[in-house]
């Protein structure tokens, strides 16, 4: 797992596998992780297309986005990328 620091909170990438109909692809998820190092979030398979989520999630730290603005982040991703 890499993790990307924002003053607010630890953004950081890890990588898992996901399975479907189809059969199994790797996938990035994103864990939010608070100031002393505990983590207060886990999404699982948000992205796919790694090299742009990485730079998303170097926007989170950039930007100090809070957890509450999170959900609307990823709205923006998804809208973004897919």
């Known amino acids: 797992m890499s ?3 924002g003053e607010f909170m630890d953004y950081g990438i890890f990588y898992h596998s996901v399975k479907d109909e189809d059969g199994e692809f790797l996938s ?3 864990v939010v992780k608070d100031e ?3 983590e207060i ?3 699982y398979d948000v992205s796919t297309d790694f090299e742009a989520f990485e730079k998303f999630v ?3 730290g950039d930007s100090k986005v809070l957890p ?3 959900d609307s982040m990823i709205e923006d991703y998804y809208s973004e990328h897919y």
């Open 36 to 38: 002393r190092g505990n």
């Open 58 to 60: 170097c926007l989170l």
């Open 28 to 30: 990035a998820g994103l």
């Open 68 to 70: 509450e603005h999170l």
């Open 41 to 43: 979030r886990r999404i």
């Open 3 to 5: 993790l990307l620091r």
